[in-house]
């Protein structure tokens, strides 16, 4: 939810803050509960399993919306995210023209966001009115001649370089078409943008029934990349990574869960690297769960790799081998960015609320993969660290704290150009296994142990 809605449910409990908030935004700020109870509402769309309950959720999301038109004055700061949200009730209604003409709303308002631009442009298309769409997006161009995004969409829908004329004062932010004058001589000085991504790992050992080393930290070597797709802003990419230290382990499976961001996720596909296909994820409806993944942890989409051509042929039955990885696209809900995708996910590494990655493992303790003699090697993990922030303006300073195991393995798997941060650490006695010091010189000597050749941080019976 947006900070302004934390501010208005303050009202009774914390005037003080209310105050605040209300001396932004005018007396207006009274209302905004009504704007606040719709993109609850809106949230809770795509979890509705039925037809009927989703209409319900979009009579009331308009309701409580249409109150907020009715009642608060037209230049009210908050009104372009009314008609915002208002339009996103429309399009899940089917109601395109509806839809468009609250953009067009939001717009007049605030013309420098770009969402707004990219939105109606997508529902003309949906009423095939391709020009209309471009005329929108070169209208969003003149006051955000920079914004790749519209400069993307423009090239899409036909438009033609070089791009519209800025309007007065946006000058500076052009940037120059292919080919131009401008783009030869400042060739030096322009710098192509590097996509942001984040690093988390799932260092949150959430259940095992041994206690070994190897084992209980073995989640420190489970990396999740997310990455934003600069040509396609509505899309994100995750890329879960094993370089557990044994290599007879293996992920069968991997799960997602939104916590209260149910309205985060348009949809979820898995990307094939060998095949180059896409192979959508059902939503599981928050049914599906683990002995070794705790209670709160319902996963709205799970990948698990299977021999069965119906649950998806791509998949090896060997599972996801250490050095190997799983590649998930995500197509965002409307209005829904990849800052809100790596928030949700920071907010999951302290609450069930957030977006919490988690995977089953097995064969932790490095032995042959053996059914009947390995059930006891397995755990679960979930999100535990921000390993590695890229690209944002982040405040947190690096820790002073001793890297953890594996930390080296995810400095290698983000690149020498990344800088590394250590923040949102789990507390401990959360559930997040320590490393012992022996790990670490453990791992400067060879592979294996002589009673067990396939465990590298695995120590001799005798010296348990």
């Not at 908050?78 to 468009?100: I, K, N």
């Not at 929108?136 to 969409?153: D, M």
């Not at 010189?441 to 592979?447: E, V």
Request: aromatic letters at 8%.
């Amino acid at each position: 939810m947006p900070a302004y809605c934390a501010g208005r449910y303050a009202r009774n409990d914390n005037p003080a803050e209310y105050k605040r908030w209300e001396a932004q935004y005018g007396p207006d700020f009274l209302h905004t509960h009504h704007l606040c109870d719709g993109i609850g509402l809106l949230n809770n769309y795509h979890k509705a399993r039925t037809a009927q309950e989703r209409k319900g959720i979009l009579d009331q999301a308009m309701g409580t919306l249409n109150y907020m038109v009715q009642h608060a004055k037209p230049d009210f700061k908050l009104m372009p995210e009314v008609y915002w949200y208002r339009s996103r009730v429309f399009q899940l209604m089917d109601r395109a023209g509806e839809a468009v003409g609250d953009l067009r709303k939001a717009i007049d308002l605030d013309p420098k966001q770009a969402r707004f631009y990219t939105q109606a442009a997508e529902q003309f298309e949906k009423l095939r009115q391709r020009g209309e769409a471009l005329s929108l997006v070169s209208e969003g161009l003149r006051h955000l001649p920079g914004h790749k995004g519209l400069q993307t969409l423009y090239a899409r829908l036909g438009g033609q370089l070089p791009y519209p004329e800025p309007y007065a004062g946006n000058e500076d932010k052009v940037t120059s078409g292919p080919g131009s004058a401008e783009s030869s001589a400042d060739a030096d000085k322009q710098l192509p943008r590097t996509p942001r991504s984040a690093i988390f790992d799932l260092s949150r050992n959430t259940g095992s029934a041994r206690k070994e080393a190897p084992i209980l930290n073995a989640g420190a070597y489970l990396l999740v990349e997310v990455k934003e797709d600069l040509s396609v802003p509505e899309l994100v990419h995750l890329r879960i990574q094993s370089q557990i230290p044994q290599p007879a382990a293996r992920i069968p499976s991997v799960a997602l869960d939104t916590g209260r961001f149910s309205g985060l996720i348009a949809a979820l596909e898995v990307k094939d690297p060998l095949l180059g296909k896409y192979y959508p994820l059902r939503s599981t409806g928050g049914s599906h769960g683990h002995a070794y993944w705790p209670t709160d942890f319902t996963p709205d989409y799970v990948a698990r790799f299977t021999i069965d051509p119906k649950a998806g042929k791509m998949y090896d039955p060997r599972s996801l081998a250490p050095g190997s990885a799983l590649n998930l696209v995500a197509r965002l809900a409307p209005g829904v960015s990849f800052d809100d995708v790596v928030e949700a996910m920071k907010l999951g590494l302290k609450s069930p609320d957030g977006v919490r990655i988690g995977v089953i493992a097995h064969h932790l303790m490095g032995y042959r993969p053996d059914p009947a003699k390995t059930i006891m090697d397995d755990a679960g993990f979930l999100s535990g660290t921000l390993r590695q922030l890229i690209g944002f303006q982040d405040e947190q300073k690096p820790s002073s704290a001793p890297a953890q195991a594996g930390e080296a393995s995810a400095q290698s798997a983000a690149g020498p150009r990344q800088a590394a941060v250590a923040n949102d650490r789990t507390p401990a006695g959360q559930g997040q296994a320590s490393t012992p010091d022996a790990a670490a010189s453990d791992s400067k000597r060879g592979m294996g142990t002589p009673s067990n050749p396939w465990c590298r941080f695995c120590p001799e019976p005798s010296a348990k």
